[in-house]
């Protein structure tokens, strides 16, 4: 049954005891006409689409843990289409777009919200930076706002506007970017797709690949080998590991990212602020906590967790740009293990293995990826051709120079 | 983290910069007859283990030498530090 405000009083009246779980536990069957490897927000959002959008009906997201245990539920939840590359702004202003009807497609609340991002700049080179990305936005459909001081000052009049060293001299305002309810995004796709009948199997590890005569023929699990037509790995912080099963050496190294969240406070951010001068981005979340985050920590690990001197370093980011902020206290901490590629974007492409498709590669930005990244990587399992918008996010770019580098770092993941 | 350097002692990572993977010292030959596809690889494919892992760390903040590092990259625990020039010479590389 569907949610709406007529169930919700329904239930309030009669006890709460209508409610159901949101998506089945279903045994494994022998074989699917598509497997997805990963059910954080990019694999069940391919499953989603792939039943919705290409009538695939016979189709299953594989899950060594729990839905929402990576990083879909571990990110700082910010969505915005502010990318410059030709490769990469379409993309996400797709993105954006699927947003924007998300919660009617999916009929569930991911308290996706438009409250604005703002990027902070503090010198001439900078804002004419913003200006030449605020016109790429603009050129794939995008939403762009030029602020110049005294319009962030009227936005945000609790930045540190008297820094002698790094000046705010204006900001580029992206109105339509904002937030979404980071779990909320892998339940609704979760209980969408499974509506539409594809199986969710949790505590299901991926273990190999059944591969015959170079063709992906399924996959080995915990709970014993699946046959498929179509494997598609979306498996973030894992890329690595999952693909190294079917013999393939990846563009990826795998990094910590830490957030951070305060105390709950009363409104004080309009919206996402980001520091221009370091590394440094913050929200407000709906309870009150400030969200925030910087840099990675910069080395190779799988652990959950990072080390005090980037906590320290993100600190001093916040004080410089926010120094009210040094008045809340932190009440938690953690890290999610991204995939840094070597030029800071993402892969959505055929493998050399028929039959096996790779999604990853998502470094520091792929929650507000989710929609798209599942729209596109269910186009390209389904047809067999990449999207579009998707075109350039190809495994091969640094083989034939087309990679997509929007820092301008170079094959150094942890710049990116 | 505190990494053991070889001629200080012991140093928090704060003083230091890592620059990745140690294969990065072993550059391939460019007059090779396959430098092409050597070069990518080198670049840009990654092991990236989820246990032991050796790379290259820069004593930014202070000596400013090059170490290789080996970590265990699932509990953080560095296992031998050593510094890339021995490591360099070893191999037959530089003077
Ligand atoms: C601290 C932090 C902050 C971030 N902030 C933002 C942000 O503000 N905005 C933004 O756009 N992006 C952000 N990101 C990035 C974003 O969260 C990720 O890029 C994105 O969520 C990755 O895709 P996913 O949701 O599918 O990954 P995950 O949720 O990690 O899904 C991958 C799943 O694969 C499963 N898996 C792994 N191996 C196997 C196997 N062998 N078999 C079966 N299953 C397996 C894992 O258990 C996991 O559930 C942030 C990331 C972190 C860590």
């Given amino acids: 049954m569907g949610y709406s405000a007529f169930r919700i009083v329904r239930e309030a009246l009669t006890g709460h005891r209508g409610w159901k779980p949101?998506?089945?536990d279903p045994e494994p069957k022998a074989e699917y006409d598509a497997v997805v490897v990963g059910g954080g927000g990019h694999g069940l959002a391919t499953a989603f689409y792939l039943a919705r959008e290409h009538g695939l009906a016979n189709v299953a997201v594989l899950e060594k843990g729990w839905l929402g245990s990576g990083n879909i539920g571990r990110n700082t939840t910010i969505i915005r289409s502010n990318y410059?590359?030709?490769g990469n702004q379409p993309f996400y202003e797709w993105s954006m777009k699927l947003w924007e009807g998300l919660e009617q497609a999916l009929n569930f609340n991911a308290m996706v919200s438009q409250r604005g991002v703002l990027n902070l700049c503090h010198s001439d080179?900078?804002?004419d930076a913003y200006a030449r990305r605020g016109n790429a936005m603009i050129m794939s459909g995008a939403d762009a706002v030029l602020l110049d001081r005294d319009g962030v000052r009227?936005?945000?009049p609790f930045l540190d506007f008297d820094n002698a060293r790094f000046p705010i001299t204006g900001g580029l305002w992206q109105p339509r970017g904002g937030t979404a309810r980071h779990d909320a995004v892998a339940w609704g796709y979760a209980r969408a797709a499974d509506r539409r009948g594809v199986d969710i199997v949790q505590n299901c590890e991926v273990t190999g690949f059944l591969i015959e005569g170079g063709v992906c023929r399924g996959v080995e699990t915990t709970r014993g080998p699946i046959r498929a037509r179509r494997v598609g790995v979306a498996v973030a912080g894992s890329s690595s590991r999952v693909m190294a099963l079917a013999g393939l050496r990846l563009p990826i190294e795998s990094h910590v990212l830490q957030a951070f969240v305060t105390e709950g406070l009363k409104p004080v951010l309009p919206g996402v602020v980001t520091y221009g001068a370091g590394h440094f981005y913050v929200s407000q979340s709906d309870k009150g906590?400030?969200?925030?985050?910087?840099d990675l920590d910069g080395y190779n690990t799988y652990a959950q967790r990072g080390n005090l001197p980037v906590v320290e370093d993100v600190c001093e980011g916040g004080m410089a740009m926010m120094p009210s902020i040094g008045r809340a206290r932190v009440l938690r901490m953690w890290g999610g293990v991204v995939d840094m590629s070597m030029d800071g974007s993402p892969i959505i492409d055929r493998t050399p293995v028929e039959g096996l498709f790779f999604n990853g590669g998502w470094c520091y930005g792929?929650?507000?990826?989710?929609?798209?990244?599942?729209w596109c990587f269910a186009h390209l399992m389904a047809t067999g051709d990449p999207h579009p918008v998707a075109a350039a996010m190809r495994l091969d770019r640094f083989r034939t120079g087309a990679p997509i580098d929007e820092r301008g770092a170079g094959p150094q993941p942890n710049l990116h | 983290m505190i990494i053991d350097h070889p001629l200080l002692g012991p140093r928090d990572i704060a003083e230091f910069i890592c620059l990745g993977d140690a294969v990065l010292i072993e550059r391939p030959d460019p007059a090779a007859g396959d430098a092409m596809d050597r070069f990518h690889d080198w670049l840009h494919l990654r092991d990236n283990p989820a246990g032991e892992h050796r790379e290259l760390w820069y004593h930014e903040h202070?000596?400013?030498s090059w170490l290789v590092v080996t970590r265990d990259t699932l509990t953080h625990e560095i296992r031998r530090v050593e510094l890339a020039r021995d490591v360099a010479r070893a191999r037959g590389r530089g003077v």
């Fill in chain 1, 125 to 127: 080179a900078q804002r």
């Fill in chain 1, 289 to 294: 906590g400030l969200v925030f985050g910087g």
């Fill in chain 1, 154 to 156: 009227r936005m945000c």
């Fill in chain 1, 84 to 86: 410059l590359l030709p």
């Fill in chain 1, 366 to 374: 792929g929650f507000k990826a989710t929609p798209a990244s599942g």
């Fill in chain 1, 22 to 24: 949101a998506w089945r």
């Fill in chain 2, 62 to 64: 202070g000596d400013r």
